[in-house]
T-cell receptor
Framework: LAKTTQPISMDSYEGQEVNITCSHN???????ITWYQQFPSQGPRFIIQ???TKVTNEVASLFIPADRKSSTLSLPRVSLSDTAVYYC?????????FGAGTTVTVRA | NAGVTQTPKFRILKIGQSMTLQCTQD?????MYWYRQDPGMGLKLIYY???????DKGEVPNGYNVSRSTTEDFPLRLELAAPSQTSVYFC???????????FGPGTRLTVT
């Protein structure tokens, strides 16, 4: 499994864009990059998944450079309800590893 | 669809007691998983199943057992509870190997 490194915490304000970068230097050719969000006392929730370049859905964008050694989750115009832990996972099958994640705190 | 359901929500066990954590999904997913999450930590995979009758160990299987007799159900058994098993347990399911994982609400277990 590819090892991932992401910041422990990030602070932001309502209405700002939040970008969380995840490093995965030993990513394998078949690995995908997946991000999950977890609120306190709840199970994680899938946000987005990608293999290369850019993926966008209704809640986030995922930017993956050509070398795929890192990826950036972008949350546009965050609100207080986006305060959560965000996990970056890298792998090619179901045995994905959830690290400690990044705690994002959005302030008014 | 109810998605993934887990029972109970909370449980307190004494050391040495046994219990089964129930997990059911109604999405006809082949893959199911059990994770534990200790305070301030990420999730660790305990066991997983790729289909009825097939189970395998994850990262931290010691002290646990599972079975998968149907597609819908994936119970987790603790035989001799220990304080180190105090944690929040999440069950999840996916349709395929890399699909979006759907998580249940979790079971908060305390062993004293």
């Amino acid at each position: 499994l590819a090892k991932t490194t992401q910041p422990i915490s990030m602070d932001s304000y309502e209405g700002q864009e939040v970008n969380i970068t995840c490093s995965h230097n030993n990513i394998a050719t078949n690995d995908y990059i997946t991000w999950y969000q977890q609120f306190p006392s709840q199970g994680p929730r899938f946000i987005i998944q990608g293999y290369k370049t850019k993926v966008t859905n209704e809640v986030a964008s995922l930017f993956i450079p050509a070398d795929r050694k890192s990826s950036t989750l972008s949350l546009p115009r965050v609100s207080l309800s986006d305060t959560a832990v965000y996990y970056c996972l890298v792998g090619d099958d179901y045995k994905l590893s959830f690290g400690a994640g990044t705690t994002v705190t959005v302030r008014a | 669809n109810a998605g993934v359901t887990q029972t109970p929500k909370f449980r307190i066990l004494k050391i040495g007691q046994s219990m089964t954590l129930q997990c059911t999904q109604d999405m006809n997913h082949n893959y199911m998983y059990w994770y534990r999450q200790d305070p301030g930590m990420g999730l660790k995979l305990i066991y997983y199943s790729v289909g009825a009758g097939i189970t395998d160990k994850g990262e931290v299987p010691n002290g646990y057992n599972v079975s998968r007799s149907t597609t819908e159900d994936f119970p987790l058994r603790l035989e001799l509870a220990a304080p180190s098993q105090t944690s929040v347990y999440f069950c999840a399911s996916t349709l395929g190997p890399l699909g979006e994982q759907y998580f249940g609400p979790g079971t908060r277990l305390t062993v004293t």
